[in-house]
């Protein structure tokens, strides 16, 4: 599988942006996806993700009811809408493909995802 990530920019504190990552392979629909972000001198992160089919979806404390992960299995296609905007939201966001069935907590694990996308930038001005 092959992942690209689009979408980042530069954005106001409040703003939103909306993150898509497009997969190759026919297998898309059985992989769960993930978004990860990295801020200069950090540690990647966990984001978000979604299951295969779309029913169960995960959030980090910090972007809960701020962000939303979709997903289009027919467009081999994940999106992730990210509103009200933070300073703190300014990283590289990856998006990542997992090929096995994981427990609830494997999902927020950067080392239980296969493959990867090359990163978005997104910079947040306050």
């Known amino acids: 599988v092959q992942l690209q990530a689009s979408g980042g920019g530069l954005v106001q504190a409040g703003d939103s942006l909306r993150l898509s990552c497009a997969a190759s392979?026919?297998?898309?629909?059985?992989?769960?996806m993930g978004w990860f972000r990295q801020a200069p001198g950090k540690e990647r992160e966990f984001v978000a993700a979604?299951?295969?089919?779309?029913?169960?979806?995960y959030y980090a404390d910090s972007v809960k009811g701020r962000f939303t992960i979709s997903r289009d299995n027919a467009k081999n296609t994940v999106n992730l809408q990210m509103n009200s905007l933070k300073a703190e939201d300014t990283a590289v966001y990856y998006c990542?493909?997992?090929?096995?069935?994981?427990?609830?907590?494997?999902?927020?694990?950067?080392?239980?995802?296969?493959?990867w996308g090359q990163g978005t930038q997104v910079t947040v001005s306050s």
């Open positions: 979604i299951r295969w089919n779309g029913g169960t979806t």
């Open positions: 392979g026919r297998t898309f629909s059985s992989y769960g």
């Open positions: 990542a493909a997992d090929s096995r069935p994981r427990q609830r907590y494997e999902v927020r694990l950067a080392n239980a995802y296969d493959y």
